[in-house]
DNA sequence: AAAAAAATAATAACTTTTCCTATTTTTTAC
DNA sequence: GTAAAAAATAGGAAAAGTTATTATTTTTTT
């Protein structure tokens, strides 16, 4: 008898490697459409299915993230220290929130609720100073 | 002269109090598709388009709250006290958490990043009791 | 009562993402 | 090393959710 395999196995392909430098290289929080549009200038023959295929498998090893936003196109971005996100209503761009984790969210939501969650995004609205002038 | 108008002028149709009527009465973080699939019994000529723009409309006037899913359609709730969301990642039921509000939040955020924002969701993942067994 | 404004129904269009199928590439088994 | 199995791919279709368009109806203003 074999012995288990226990990890997911996935094969290593140039198109992977080539949506994790894209990501890695804009550090922009893309959508996919933007990473997409990147690599297509070199390798004129990926797919978008490909891209979103990768893009998802590279957050399920986490070694990028992928930020879901409730309005519109996901955002991939490169996996660093924790932080949060804040959105401008009105260029629609995403920027980082640099801020000590909230640390009892996790407590809190068991005293109160008795259920445990496996993780969170938050997404501050508003302006950005540029719109905001 | 006249004198200015300020406030925005919105009429009260019959389909606006249709729409408000179902979100208070499924009480369900129910999606635009379900509050029209209720409608649309009691009143058949009504169209999507007339379910969006009037959810859109209460959500503006504070009458509901629209709740942005990272992951699929929007949620539409009845207005009541502060609270938080946590979406089972299983079956995708949506249910409340309450909670204390994070009352520093604000001031974290300005602190840090200079930077004030107008709203925020915080959506929890996680599975419910039921998923769980 | 006539003109202007707002809301509607119906449908087309759009955005983002997933799914499907045939083909190619890589791995495994012998 | 070769044949069979598995995984990934390109390309395109399809799905989901929402917004935009247009002609018509309803309401308001004058």
């Not at 990501?23 to 996919?32: F, G, I, K, Q």
């Not at 109160?112 to 508003?126: Q, R």
């Amino acid at each position: 008898m074999e012995h288990l395999k226990i990890l997911m196995v996935t094969r290593n392909t140039l198109q992977e490697s080539l949506v994790f430098e894209a990501v890695n290289e804009l550090r922009n929080h893309a959508t996919a459409d933007e990473i997409y549009e990147l690599i297509v200038k070199k390798y004129p023959g990926i797919s978008k299915g490909t891209v979103y295929r990768n893009l998802n498998k590279l957050d399920r090893q986490n070694r990028i993230h992928k930020l879901e936003m409730p309005d519109g196109a996901d955002r991939f971005d490169h996996c660093c220290h924790e932080h949060y996100h804040i959105k401008c209503g009105k260029c629609g761009r995403v920027f980082d929130v640099d801020m000590d984790a909230i640390e009892d969210l996790r407590q809190r939501i068991k005293a109160t609720h008795g259920f445990e969650f496996t993780g969170y995004d938050i997404i501050f609205k508003g302006f950005c100073p540029e719109c905001n002038k």
